[in-house]
């Protein structure tokens, strides 16, 4: 994609450095993803697996966990996602988050208030998607339904 500014290939850097931490063992495929808060500062995430397989967290939920841990859930902006098989380096196609993550994401975005981008990435490349989230998760569950604000 053209037009990724400078920011944004900072964020997918760090989506990427981010998949150094992965613990996937099991799966041998390394996500990484990286949080934009509105000052600017980085939160990232790696897929966190477990011998009990369905227990593993993907890295966008990781990383957005972590930013509700410091009490940051309401300043994401932005949130790039990187990974790629272990075994196969050159892996060229950008990850899309998972179901489970996209409806995460929109807890974050009913929290900020705002939209959140999404930028898609290969662990290397330039091929890189932005999507809003109404594009990867259209029609979604969210607090208006249970009668709350967002
Ligand atoms: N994974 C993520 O971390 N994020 C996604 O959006 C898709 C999948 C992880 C889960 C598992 O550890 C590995 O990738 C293979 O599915």
Not at 26 to 52: H, K, M, W
Not at 93 to 117: F, L, N, S
Request: glycine share 12%; with cysteine.
């Amino acid at each position: 994609m053209s037009g990724i500014t400078q920011e944004e290939t900072d964020l997918i850097d760090a989506a990427r450095a981010a998949m150094r931490h992965a613990h996937a063992p099991y799966s041998r495929f390394a996500v990484g993803a990286a949080l934009r808060l509105t000052d600017g500062s980085i939160i990232t995430g790696s897929n966190f697996e477990n011998a009990s397989y369905g227990l593993s967290l993907c890295a966008e939920t990781v990383a957005i966990a972590t930013a509700s841990a410091q009490g940051r859930l309401t300043e994401i902006v932005q949130i790039a996602v990187a990974g790629g098989p272990a075994d196969k380096p050159g892996h060229p196609e950008p990850i899309t988050p998972c179901g489970r993550c996209r409806q995460v994401i929109k807890e974050a975005q009913d929290m900020a208030g705002r939209p959140v981008t999404i930028l898609c990435a290969a662990p290397a490349g330039p091929q890189v998607s932005r999507y809003g989230l109404d594009e990867l998760l259209p029609h979604a569950f969210g607090p208006a339904d249970l009668g709350l604000g967002g």
